[in-house]
């Protein structure tokens, strides 16, 4: 059974795909997106090249066109250890924070 693959990008993000995601996607929308062509298809899964450290502009076209057009299995995912802070002071000021992203089980 697939597990996930992860690969760090030169901007500290970390590409993490949901391979089980994968499996059943038609339309391999992150191999296509992807403007440094650091994603293919093997076997019908992405594979990540091993140059993605050097080669990758984090532009997120990936994760954006997997999002929109696959199965959502691609996500990238930057250290931002003040964010969740941050998140909750604006909520003890009044300010209604709308939108968060979800962790992935480990």
């Given at each position: 059974?697939?597990?996930?693959?992860?690969?760090?990008?030169?901007?500290?993000?970390?590409?993490s795909?949901?391979?089980e995601?994968?499996?059943g996607?038609?339309?391999?929308?992150?191999?296509?997106s992807?403007?440094s062509?650091?994603?293919?298809?093997v076997?019908g899964l992405p594979?990540?090249?091993?140059?993605?450290?050097k080669a990758?502009t984090?532009?997120?076209?990936?994760?954006?066109?997997c999002q929109?057009e696959?199965?959502?299995?691609?996500?990238?995912?930057?250290p931002m250890?003040?964010?969740?802070?941050?998140?909750?002071e604006?909520?003890?000021e009044?300010?209604?924070v709308?939108?968060r992203r979800?962790?992935?089980?480990?």
């Open positions: 059974m697939p597990g996930r693959l992860q690969a760090e990008t030169p901007g500290k993000g970390v590409i795909i949901d391979l995601k994968c499996e996607c038609e339309s391999k929308a992150c191999a296509g992807c403007p062509k650091l994603f293919e298809i076997e594979k990540i090249s091993d140059h993605v450290k990758c984090d532009c997120l076209a990936c994760e954006l066109s929109a696959g199965n959502g299995g691609l996500r990238i995912v930057y250890p003040d964010f969740d802070e941050y998140l909750k604006l909520e003890r009044g300010i209604l709308a939108w979800k962790e992935w089980p480990s």
